[in-house]
T-cell receptor, first 115, second 118 residues
Framework: DAGVTQSPTHLIKTRGQQVTLRCSPKSGHDTVSWYQQALGQGPQFIFQYYEEEERQRGNFPDRFSGHQFPNYSSELNVNALLLGDSALYLC??????????????FGSGTRLTVV | AQTVTQSQPEMSVQEAETVTLSCTYDTSESDYYLFWYKQPPSRQMILVIRQEAYKQQNATENRFSVNFQKAAKSFSLKISDSQLGDAAMYFCAYRANAGGTSYGKLTFGQGTILTVHP
């Protein structure tokens, strides 16, 4: 039973560029959430996707956008990259409803460096 | 807005000893979940223990237990018989209860780095 898979594991981009990060949820999960974790800090919620729609969003600018596909996988897109976007981006999947709905499974993240 | 505060940036413990990590939170909700997550150098967040706010009994998972003080909004983690593999960054997290679903965000604290000395 595969866990959450994120790709790529590391990425270096230039300021002003655009980036796409990918997440495949744990088998059986239908909800994907994205978090940004700056070095030495706790993760910050970016947004959550369910049924291919953004259901809740944290305090992030519109440069951050996402998508969820019919197979529940998800993408995080960041436009016009800033140096401050350098961080570890974590994906967490869950089952929205049901007796096992309270558990989240996290991936190992994508380390994004903006230079 | 909900906030989670971990006031201990770093803690250390001798192998086989006991250590307690502190966490306080602020919320106006009455029904919520609290979590402790472990993040080793592999970066993956691993759930250590979960507490449901409406449950009076403190959660336990093997060597890990919590002291949940709802009125004081305090949620500490006790690790007994510490092992070298317990060394990691530990995060306290909060989530409002959304009708038994996983809808909604986790709010994390700043983390505590735990070092285990042999």
């Amino acid at each position: 039973d595969a866990g959450v898979t994120q790709s790529p594991t590391h990425l270096i981009k230039t300021r002003g560029q655009q980036v796409t990060l990918r997440c495949s949820p744990k088998s059986g999960h239908d909800t994907v959430s994205w978090y940004q974790q700056a070095l030495g800090q706790g993760p910050q919620f970016i947004f959550q996707y369910y049924e291919e729609e953004e259901r809740q969003r944290g305090n992030f600018p519109d440069r951050f956008s996402g998508h969820q596909f019919p197979n529940y996988s998800s993408e995080l897109n960041v436009n016009a990259l800033l140096l401050g976007d350098s961080a570890l981006y974590l994906c967490a999947s869950s089952l929205l409803t049901g007796p096992r709905s309270r558990g989240y499974t996290f991936g190992s993240g994508t380390r994004l460096t903006v230079v | 807005a909900q906030t989670v505060t971990q006031s201990q940036p770093e803690m250390s413990v001798q192998e086989a000893e006991t250590v307690t990590l502190s966490c306080t939170y602020d919320t106006s909700e009455s029904d919520y979940y609290l979590f402790w997550y472990k993040q080793p150098p592999s970066r993956q967040m691993i759930l250590v223990i979960r507490q449901e706010a409406y449950k009076q009994q403190n959660a336990t998972e093997n060597r890990f237990s919590v002291n949940f003080q709802k009125a004081a909004k305090s949620f500490s983690l006790k690790i007994s018989d510490s092992q070298l593999g317990d060394a990691a960054m530990y995060f306290c997290a909060y989530r409002a209860n959304a009708g038994g679903t996983s809808y909604g965000k986790l709010t994390f604290g700043q983390g505590t780095i735990l070092t285990v000395h042999p």
